[in-house]
């Protein structure tokens, strides 16, 4: 499903605008975890990711893993410093006030799965 069909679906909260859409982003997997080291060992690459973390190190992490996007699930909305540096990096970056397990249970309806799926 195209990353922009997802956020719309789910009525997501674009925060980080201006990071370039060159081209559309297909996302099949995705992943929730708070744990970042979690997240780069376990998620998949192109995945979504849906997190309560809002701090710098969730676009390192976005980055090194190869995400195509990060939602921030229960009202968390990160800082400008860190929309800046996702910005830099060419991350998505979507705010929603659902829970992280709403937001999952969505995107499991809407056909993504998460790693082994």
Known sequence: ??????????????????????????????????????????????????????HMNVVAVATHAGLAAVVFASGMVPDEAV?????EEDIRLYASDKSTFDIVGQLYAMGLRGRDG
Do not use: C, F, N
Not at 8 to 30: I, N, Q, T
Not at 83 to 87: E, G, I, S
């Open 1 to 54: 499903m195209k990353l922009s069909e997802l956020a719309e679906k789910l009525d997501l909260k674009d925060v980080a605008p201006a990071v370039r859409w060159d081209k559309e982003v297909d996302v099949s997997h995705g992943y929730a975890s708070d744990l970042l080291s979690d997240v780069l060992a376990r998620a998949r690459r192109g995945a979504l990711l849906v997190t309560i973390q809002v």
């Open 83 to 87: 929309v800046k540096k996702a910005v």
